[in-house]
């Protein structure tokens, strides 16, 4: 909701308190102030001009040459190029050195060879939005009325000269969706009355009933229905003030009738339509739910296929209106309007919701009715209209109104004891704050003891329960005066727990090893929901999934972060690393709750180093994703918990897999993808990891154990190694180990040959053996004795020897 500061003032007393001021008060009261516009805010030097002469420029088709008095002792030469310029009109004129919108700055200029003192300005220019210019001056100028005063500030007679307040308003606040609505919110928190607008006109002999007749049908949708009837209006445009504050509010100017029902739709909160009487083609409104199927045009010029599910407004037999969202091109006011039908009435919020969700219609007036209007004050918005049409459009106001009414809304009443709203605050207030408070609000109060019965007004629809009168007395007596208590009783401080700090080291080093976390669905199609499983077991399938694509929940996280990949990919973000946290789903039988597991996977591909300058690049392989884990193995204490051995999955390659174990137990895998998978994904060579995070979470990582940096020189012996190509590595290091200790500190592969030069069925594995004592110096025949007990376990239990 924008609220116009200078508007506001009409009804309310704003001595003492700005703009600023207001907002900050509104804000603690309850209801956000997101922000406070200055319209005029940068702009200086605009005034009011009268275009004496205007000629074609002598060098330009689409310039013009005006003489134009701006209040100064001599008029000035300005070349316009707005192709509505006239002579005879008022128009808003920069004058040199003024500023526009943006800094612009208007100097002296020459424009084809012709001087130019100034500029002549268009509405869009002086910093209004285009979509709410009227529409005869969107592509020009804008002309102010004969009457306004050349010399003076254009501005001011613009509306610019004020301050905007935009409202952030909760659904349940619809009684500040209009300016008395938010004048009452304002006179309770600075404790001031509220003025209301004038109302009474002198109505004519005639009467309402003798031109129209009112029925209702659908009268659960339309409980209230007053129709005012305005003879002889004319059709021109409303006053410049009007529109200044119409366009502030973000609506378009049309004509003085449409623009004040518009107005009132602002000032009261009341949606009102008018129609022309003479195009109606009956005397007789008749209101009702649509046939299904039956047609009809709205006020856009677009065919509309209803539904009984929709509200019409009918002259008796075809719809003039679709209630509450939008009127019919049959009757619409134009030029040629006398007569008025002003309809002004109080529809079922869902009824207009449902027709305006359908057709795509949603509007000021039907956002009112959907969040609520006040009953009470339907008969006031049209009497307010009515006089305005009666003052700006010469209309004469006919005696009445004819109506139906079948409307049963009573004021709500709630009780409440002082005990409670104090018990509930924490505060100790008396008897007469709380009174002086529901006084401020303007809610009629009654207290008999403790207790205080509120009887609420109708625009107030949001107070129901003892809850709402509690927070009423907290906003208006004032948030920061409510006093602030610890919590009484034991408490523990909040922490996380020994999971949750592991889990999140493990994204911390993930993300800084260098790959983005990713939030996949959980939900995925039958044919991947079991690829890449480390468990298998039946799919779960939702009872009622959104989509094939979406019906089943995952057993593994890795085929929604190939997507991630294959995505990014296509669109040449072809080097990506990705890891994601997160449930798969276990099915335990068709009658128990499914089991939850926490699973962590990464995928890697492309080039993992790329340093152009010094020519180089370094793809992914096995040996990068295998690093990436073993550091984060080695952060959460449990290297020499984990070891890798050879495996076959679905989907992978079968020759760079591996089966991760945890203290001899499987919790998941890593290597490359299937070159054939990868071919359907079109991706390059792609390494993946997954594993039971839960499990890796919840493995005890032996206590840190500090050892002395070694006094004494370490012995290092390198062998090469003759074993059959099924031998592997592993299991080979673990040998070494075993059989070196205690001396041997380290075992490493540093070469594999498989060349011509090695018998068939053979390979040579190379390890760079090093031996230490930390309490003394070792002997060479220590050392070659314990080498020598690796070399024979090595032979017998891998059929290793020594390549010659």
């Known amino acids: ?121 268009s509405l869009t220019e002086l910093g209004m939005e285009g979509k709410v210019v009227p529409k005869e001056y969107s592509e020009g100028i804008f002309v102010f009325p004969a009457d306004a005063e050349v010399g003076t500030d254009a501005l001011a007679l613009l509306g610019r000269d004020d ?161 509450g969202v939008m009127g019919g091109a049959n009757s619409e006011v134009t030029s040629d309007t006398t007569t008025v039908l002003l309809e002004s009435a109080y529809f079922n919020g869902g009824t207009v919701r449902k027709a305006s969700k359908d057709h795509g219609l949603r509007s000021e007036a039907s956002a009112r009715f959907e969040k609520g209007v006040d009953p009470n004050r339907v008969r006031a918005a049209g009497e307010r209209a009515a006089y305005l049409m009666a003052k700006y459009a010469g209309g004469e106001v006919l005696d009445g109104a004819a109506e139906t009414d079948t409307l049963t809304v009573e004021p709500a009443v709630v009780s409440i004891t002082l005990e409670k709203i104090n018990r509930v605050l924490g505060t100790e207030l008396q008897m007469r704050d709380v009174k002086e408070i529901f006084d401020r609000l303007q809610f009629t109060v009654s207290i008999e003891g403790d207790l205080i019965t509120v009887t609420a007004p109708t625009r107030r629809g949001d107070i129901r329960i003892e809850e709402d009168l509690v927070e009423e007395v907290a906003r208006l007596y004032g948030y920061d005066n409510i006093p602030k208590t610890l919590p009484i009783g034991s408490s523990t401080p909040g922490k996380l727990s020994e999971y949750q700090k592991k889990r999140r080291e493990v994204r911390q080093y993930l993300e800084g090893a260098g790959l983005y976390q990713a939030v996949t669905y959980s939900l995925t199609s039958e044919e991947k929901a079991a690829q890449f499983a480390l468990e298998k077991r039946d799919t779960i399938r939702l009872a009622m999934p959104m989509s094939e694509e979406r019906s089943i929940l995952r057993l593994s996280i890795l085929p929604q972060l190939l997507e991630v990949v294959k995505y990014n990919s296509a ?50 392989d096995f040996f990068v994703v295998k690093g990436i884990l073993e550091g984060m193995f080695a952060k959460l204490g449990l290297s020499e918990q984990v070891e890798y051995v050879q495996a076959q999955v679905d989907g992978m390659h079968p020759g760079r897999t591996a089966e991760i174990r945890l203290n001899g137990e499987k919790i998941g895998f890593i290597g490359q993808v299937h070159p054939s998978v990868q071919k359907e994904l079109d991706l390059k060579d792609t390494y993946v990891f997954e594993l039971s995070l839960k499990a890796v979470l919840e493995a005890n990582a032996p206590v840190l154990q500090y050892e002395a940096i070694p006094r004494f020189p370490s012995i290092t012996r390198d062998i090469a190694l003759v074993v059959n190509k099924e031998t592997v590595s592993g299991t080979m290091k673990n040998i070494i180990i075993e059989a070196g200790a205690p001396l041997l500190k380290e075992a490493q592969v540093f070469d594999l040959y498989e060349g011509d030069k090695m018998e068939a069925g053979k390979k040579s594995i190379a390890f760079a053996l090093k031996y230490a004592n930390p309490e003394r110096t070792l002997t060479d025949e220590e050392v070659t004795k314990v080498h020598e007990r690796v070399l024979e376990a090595l032979k017998e239990k891998a059929g290793a020897v020594l390549r010659g």
């Not at 924008?2 to 603690?28: H, M, N, P, R």
């Not at 502030?248 to 009261?268: K, W």
């Open 571 to 620: 669109r040449q973000n072809d080097s990506l690393a990705v890891y994601e946290t997160g449930a798969v789903f276990l099915a335990n039988g068709a009658e128990v709750l499914p089991e939850e597991k926490e699973h962590v996977a990464a995928v890697v591909t492309g080039l993992w180093h790329s340093h152009l300058w010094q020519g180089e690049k370094k793809p992914v």
């Open 1 to 121: 909701m924008f609220v116009s500061y200078k508007w506001l003032q009409d009804y309310i007393d704003l001595t003492g308190v700005s703009a600023d001021e207001l907002a900050e008060k509104i804000t603690k009261s309850g209801i956000e102030v997101e922000g406070v516009d200055v319209l005029n805010e940068g702009i200086k030097g605009v005034v009011i001009g009268h275009v004496l002469e205007r000629e074609q420029h002598p060098n330009a088709d689409k310039l013009s040459k005006c003489l134009v008095d701006v209040g100064e002792e001599q008029p000035v030469q300005i070349i316009c190029g707005a192709p509505n310029v006239a002579q005879g009109q008022k128009v808003a004129v920069a004058k040199v050195g003024a500023v526009l919108p943006g800094n612009f700055k208007i100097k002296r200029a020459k424009l084809r060879g012709e001087e130019s003192n100034g500029m002549i300005c």
């Open 163 to 323: 301050e905007v307040l935009e409202l952030s308003l909760t659904p349940n606040r619809a009684d500040c969706l209009s300016m008395l609505g938010v004048a009452y919110e304002v006179a309770a928190i600075l404790d001031r009355e509220v003025k209301f607008p004038e109302t009474n006109q002198e109505p004519t002999a005639e009467k309402a009933t003798d031109y129209v007749k009112i029925v209702v049908d659908a009268q659960e949708d339309n409980p209230l229905y007053v129709a005012k009837m305005i003879k002889n209006v004319k059709i021109g445009p409303s006053p410049l003030w009007m529109q200044a504050r119409l366009m502030s509010a973000g609506i378009r100017p049309h004509n003085n009738v449409v623009d004040i029902t518009n107005y009132i739709l602002l000032e009261y909160g009341q949606p009102l339509h008018a129609f022309d009487y003479d195009r109606l083609g009956s005397k007789e409104i008749l209101v009702r739910r649509a046939v299904d199927g039956e047609k009809f045009v709205t006020l856009d010029n677009v065919e509309r296929t209803l539904t009984a599910e929709h509200l019409v407004i009918t002259n008796g037999t075809e719809p003039v209106a679709l209630a």
